[in-house]
């Protein structure tokens, strides 16, 4: 087995151990909350998932930028693969979102703040991808991804801003609002779970990174040997 | 539902998603690698044909 | 300064093509009123409630119509190969698509200054002196909608599904100013004046400042996809 190859094992490996010892954290030893009861071990997944959507797209901005400068294949490959793994985990974080908010506010969904929020993020790179599959010419396709992926990217903050205001200015205060954290109050071992699982939600991201940037890399292979090959 | 129904449920679609995902990239991954090796090895098409 | 020339010259002679045919003005002319008129036979409401959502309709009346001009918008480049002679010239890019985008902006401001007041007439309401604030608003807003949409309307250029992928890259990217412009207009029309919604409209200057800024620097790299 190559070098690489071992290191990638290594890693799942250790994603493993930890997202493992984060679902026993979360599951088992830290307390029910005192408001919300059982199912607030639900953000134990929800916060990482997001965090980890964000990183993604944050990713696909280096990428994009760098291609944009340098040309280099490699960061349009990082691109890519982190906008595909940033869609998987705002539509994770979506559905997790939805199944806290049917027993927290008695609805499967809610045009609140964040929630409208992460759902423009996934249509923003769900559409990256679009763009991507829809352009036949792979290098045009890298291009119009790269300036999309940029123009997004700056685009978020403003979106962020547009939609707070806009539910905060309609929207009555509600009694229980997962941003308001007392954290003072908050038991240790809550944070813990909450630590680990984060620790290990970001190997496995990056440990799914690494498995699809490589699937790319060889793909781009695949394409000059047969070229070369003529077959 | 109880609660903990919910917390099963969330955790169960997360669980199942990510590993039905990374089931699928590990094909996409193993498929890759065999075409790669497969034009790696065979021989130069024309290649003889030198003018 | 150069590139004002430049952007000038371009765009007369979009002007002028567009003189003679007039393809994509009379047709967003018509779409736009005939969405006035589907709106009408969808929203069976009250006159009251046609005042509330009147921005949201008149709103969406544009964007769909804009859609429309954009996707017309590169469309004398696409034949004869016009586009690489325009790339082949000496021209800044920045040019190119500031030319494009007031391009686009004049056929939809030109369709606005007719549309909106055909709603006011269409839907009975009142409030025309209102008019002039009403389309300040709509201004910022559609030279929001004209920059991003020019942007994406030369991404999609040699996609497939052109058509559909337009708007779908197009509108979630929109959202801050479909916001502020409805949210401006709302607070208008109910208080007659703009008061708390000057945020909004800090938040549409600043948007199209951000995004004509991005457009004129990234252009180049826009056109070579």
């Excluded at chain 3, 969405?35 to 929203?43: D, K, P």
């Excluded at chain 3, 985008?101 to 007439?121: A, G």
Aim: aromatic share 12%.
């Amino acid at each position: 087995m190559t070098q690489s190859k071992k290191r990638k094992g290594i890693l799942g490996g250790l994603a493993l151990v930890a997202v493992a010892i984060g679902l026993y954290w979360s599951l088992a030893v830290a307390p029910p909350d005192a408001y919300q009861g059982e199912v607030q071990r639900i953000m134990y997944l929800h916060l990482p998932s997001i965090l980890t959507a964000y990183l993604s797209y944050f990713l696909v901005f280096i990428g994009s930028g760098m291609y944009l400068w340098k040309r280099e294949k490699r960061d349009d490959l990082l691109a890519h693969a982190a906008a595909e793994l940033g869609v998987l985990f705002t539509a994770l974080t979506i559905i997790e979102g939805s199944i806290w908010g049917k027993p927290t506010w008695g609805v499967w969904w809610t045009w609140d703040a964040r929630l409208t929020l992460t759902a423009i993020l996934l249509l923003i790179y769900a559409g990256y991808l679009m763009l991507r599959s829809l352009i036949d010419d792979e290098n045009r396709a890298a291009s119009a991804a790269a300036i999309l992926g940029i123009i997004g990217f700056l685009d978020i903050p403003l979106i962020h801003m547009s939609v707070y205001w806009w539910r905060t200015l309609h929207q009555p205060p509600s009694i229980l609002r997962p941003d308001k954290v007392p954290w003072e109050n908050v038991h240790p071992a809550m944070l813990t779970a909450l630590t680990i699982s984060f620790v290990g939600f970001l190997l496995l991201y990056f440990y799914l990174l690494s498995l699809r940037y490589r699937v790319g890399e060889m793909r781009q292979e695949i394409k000059a040997l047969r070229l070369e090959r003529g077959a | 539902m109880g609660a903990w129904g919910f917390v099963s449920l969330a955790y169960g679609i997360v669980c199942g998603t990510l590993v039905v995902y990374w089931m699928f990239l590990k094909r996409r991954y193993r498929q890759a690698e065999a075409e790669v090796d497969r034009l790696r090895s065979s021989e130069i098409i024309g290649s003889d044909d030198k003018i | 300064m150069a590139l004002l020339k430049q952007t000038y010259l371009l765009l007369c002679k979009d002007l002028l093509l567009e003189l003679r045919r007039r393809d994509s003005l009379l047709t967003m002319f018509f779409f736009g009123t005939l969405l006035l008129f589907v709106f009408h036979f969808s929203f069976d409401l009250a006159p009251d409630k046609i005042a509330e959502m009147a921005p949201a309709l008149l709103w969406l009346a544009f964007l769909f119509t804009g859609t429309l001009g954009l996707a017309q918008l590169f469309q004398a480049e696409r034949e004869n190969h016009c586009l690489d002679a325009l790339l082949l010239s000496p021209l800044d890019r920045g040019a190119l698509f500031l030319a494009k985008t007031s391009f686009n902006l004049i056929l939809m401001l030109l369709v606005e200054l007719v549309v909106m007041p055909l709603f006011w007439i269409l839907f009975n309401l009142s409030a025309w002196n209102l008019l002039p604030q009403l389309f300040l608003v709509t201004l910022l807003g559609t030279i929001g909608f004209c920059v991003l949409g020019t942007i994406m309307s030369a991404l999609t250029l040699r996609a497939r599904a052109r058509e559909l992928l337009l708007p779908l890259v197009l509108f979630p990217l929109m959202i801050p100013v479909i916001l502020a412009t409805i949210r401006c207009m709302e607070s208008v029309l109910r208080h007659g004046e703009f008061g708390e919604a000057v945020s909004w409209l800090k938040l549409l200057v600043g948007f199209d400042v951000i995004f004509i800024t991005v457009g004129v620097l990234i252009f180049d790299w826009v056109l070579e996809s």
